[in-house]
């Protein structure tokens, strides 16, 4: 197995970068889930359907990552049913993730689509990139986070404007655990069995979701990964 790639703290330099790592930990981890968001189109197996980026391009590099912080499920995801996924960066752990390599016009245009709003308004990053956390309203995806950089581009996510024990949690979906599961597998950084124990004991699926139940979902044969 690869291992993940280091996330170096500090600044860096251009508070209006034209690339940026966007570090997802949840569905995005897998790439056929992304390019609803990147190219548009339906999600196999639900109703929703997204425009797509203005740059249609996937992205040039996709890298496994670790994040300090946890990850946790909380309210009602409308596509998966379920709890959807988040990220506490001032919890106890580590977070694995994806770092996908895009323009921070594409970063703008998925944060818009996850927020259900047309995509095509680029984002001020220099708040984040300055303070570490920006928020940007009180939905649930609005809270941008710079975790840090890799080869001098900054590492962002985005995630909810609370922390993981200011919310009720909620048992992610059996879809869902899938997606995020392969897709941290398919990363190439982790082995099914270690995927399978992290997100099993991530606050929300712990006690509903086995780790033997999360392992048969990533060994699963599925005409409709994401």
Avoid at 5 to 32: F, I, K
Avoid at 34 to 46: E, F, M
Avoid at 152 to 176: I, N, Q
Wanted: with cysteine; hydrophobic share 40%; glycine share 12%.
């Amino acid at each position: 197995m690869a291992g993940t790639y280091p996330v170096e703290p500090g600044a860096v330099a251009d508070p209006a970068p034209e690339w940026v790592w966007y570090t997802s930990y949840g569905s995005n981890t897998h790439l056929g889930r992304l390019a609803r968001y990147v190219k548009g189109g339906r999600l196999p197996g639900t109703g929703a359907v997204y425009p797509g980026c203005r740059d249609r391009r996937m992205p040039s590099r996709s890298v496994p990552v670790e994040l300090s912080g946890a990850l946790y499920f909380a309210t009602d995801s409308p596509v998966w049913g379920g709890g959807r996924a988040f990220y506490d960066p001032d919890a106890e752990g580590r977070v694995y993730a994806r770092a996908h390599l895009v323009s921070a016009a594409q970063f703008a245009d998925i944060a818009a689509q996850e927020m259900h709003r047309p995509p095509g308004e680029d984002l001020d990053l220099g708040p984040v990139l300055t303070a570490g956390t920006a928020t940007l309203g009180s939905g649930r995806y609005e809270t941008l986070v710079y975790a840090g950089q890799m080869d001098g581009v900054p590492v962002l996510t985005f995630t909810a404007p609370w922390g993981m024990d200011e919310v009720t949690p909620v048992p992610p979906s059996r879809a869902y655990v899938r997606v995020i599961a392969s897709g941290l597998v398919e990363a190439g950084a982790w082995d099914a069995d270690t995927v399978a124990a992290y997100v099993a004991s991530s606050r929300g699926a712990a006690g509903h979701w086995s780790h033997e139940a999360v392992l048969a979902l990533i060994t699963e044969r599925s005409d409709h990964p994401a």
